[in-house]
């Protein structure tokens, strides 16, 4: 993991958050000003348009201690210049290639666990992560034994992003694989009020009205998602992505780029990926 900034201790994705949704008067001083109320930053950028020198619309922070950004989203939601804004642990980018990356999920799946991991163990192990409000293990129907996988459902989606960027999990001896749990049906629709893209990346448009990608500002890069559960849900793929023309180049290489706005025109989706069902069996993956 990455570990910038003065605290070289601990990584700079426990520290790091991705501020959405701010208004175009908002300055980098402005954030500074904000969030030094919960704690002392290394870090604050509102990013630009490198040819217009104006704001893009989001920004980043990091603190010194990552228990400040615990405390940010423990207060949210959280207002500047009269604008709410959307407050998120940043996903580094070896983990924020795929939009699954960024989607607000409460539900993850967790995955590479042996047989002898219960439902107990599981709930045990990743309620120090949040409160959990559903917890299960998959098991063969025929012989009740457990399948290597199973979901978490937690009453806070900050609770899922915060159990991946705090990857690896160690659980009793299984090195367990966690990701977002996103169902199929939200992978291949999207919603109407979520800009169009293309794979050169976001079609024009500005952010003067504030309105962004539902998705966590995802910049769409290809990464497909071939793996898929039971109930409906998949998870992030570790696949190589294909890189969009459209990426960000900036000192914050290490995270993934998020597009601007549009403000209308017709909207689709580029996930046109299918998804197939890899079940899981003695913490290996069994490949079809």
Known sequence: MARRGGNSDIPESHRKMFLGGLSLRVETEDLREYFEQFGELDDAV???????????????????????VDDVQSKRPH?????????????????GNTQEAHT????????NLRKDVTDEDLREYFSAYGNISE?????DRNTNLSRGFGFITFDDYDSVDKAIIYKPHTIKTSKADVNKAVPRDQMNKKPMSEPRMSAMGPMGGSMMGGRMNGNGYDDMRGGSMRNSYDQGYSYQSREPPMMSMGSMRSSYDSYPSY???MSSGPMRSLMTDSYRYQPYTEGRPMRR
């Open 46 to 68: 509102v990013m630009k348009d490198s040819n217009t020198k104006r704001s893009r619309g989001f920004g980043f922070i990091t603190f010194k201690n990552p228990a400040n």
């Open 259 to 261: 597009p601007q706005g």
């Open 104 to 111: 607000n999920t409460c539900k993850m799946f967790v995955g």
């Open 135 to 139: 917890c299960q293990i998959m098991k």
């Open 79 to 95: 207002e500047i210049d009269g604008k709410q804004i959307e407050c998120k642990r940043a996903i580094p980018k070896e983990e």
